[in-house]
């Protein structure tokens, strides 16, 4: 079992920036790829990013690549989501979740967050 807390969300304006933080409850976590996904009223949950259980391999949503970037530390049992240069349509609860092997699907993942709160403002 794996428990994620998520932090880090907020009210920003646009063009502005956040860093996220997912902390696992486990050492295991280490051994998970994890992914962050994020959902808007109205809108079903959707993939921001993912980084493989090393670091060495991750993917992007088209629509924040070159503003997003993932991160992990597996020694503070952490991975993170940086975001820049933030949109108005980046607004949504921000979820990070465990396993998935990098998938961009949300059913491949077996550990989910409670969420954050991601505000940008106009």
């Known amino acids: 079992q794996v428990q994620l807390v998520e932090s880090g969300g907020g009210l920003v304006q646009a063009g502005g920036s956040l860093r996220l933080s997912c902390a696992a409850s486990t050492r295991t976590y280490s051994t998970y790829a994890m992914g962050w996904f994020r959902q808007a009223p109205g809108k079903e949950r959707e993939f921001v990013a993912s980084i493989a259980w090393s670091g060495g391999n991750t993917n992007y949503a088209n629509s924040v690549t070159g503003r997003f970037t993932i991160s992990r530390d597996n020694a503070k049992n952490t991975v993170y989501l940086r975001m820049n240069s933030l949109k108005p349509e980046d607004t949504a609860v921000y979820y990070c979740?465990?396993?998935?092997?990098?998938?961009?699907?949300?059913?491949?993942?077996?550990?989910w967050g409670q969420g954050t709160q991601v505000t940008v403002s106009s």
């Open positions: 979740a465990a396993g998935g092997y990098g998938s961009r699907w949300s059913k491949d993942y077996n550990y």
